[in-house]
């Protein structure tokens, strides 16, 4: 399970994850579409979106490394 779809299972909006985590909602929409390599992504951009998504870091990129 990837970004995309934590956010919808935790029934969140973009601009809704990107008020409570800081990051742009245009960053996370290129997370989200591939134009940014959500494993290039910041440990703290990681660890802002697993804390509101209540998931580990790695689920944000499908479980890798694991």
Same mark, same amino acid.
């Given at each position: 399970?990837? @970004?995309?779809?934590? %956010? $919808?299972? /935790?029934?969140?909006? $973009? !601009?809704?994850? !990107?008020?409570m985590t800081g990051i742009?909602?245009?960053? @996370?929409?290129?997370?989200?579409?591939?134009?940014? =390599?959500?494993? $290039?992504m910041t @440990?703290?951009? /990681?660890? %802002?979106?697993? %804390?509101? @998504?209540?998931?580990?870091?790695? =689920?944000?990129? =499908?479980?890798?490394? =694991?």
């Amino acid at each position: 399970m990837g @970004l995309k779809q934590l %956010r $919808q299972r /935790a029934g969140l909006t $973009q !601009a809704k994850l !990107a008020k409570m985590t800081g990051i742009a909602r245009t960053t @996370l929409s290129g997370y989200e579409c591939g134009v940014y =390599d959500v494993h $290039q992504m910041t @440990l703290d951009n /990681a660890l %802002r979106l697993s %804390r509101a @998504l209540g998931c580990h870091p790695s =689920d944000l990129t =499908d479980g890798y490394p =694991d």
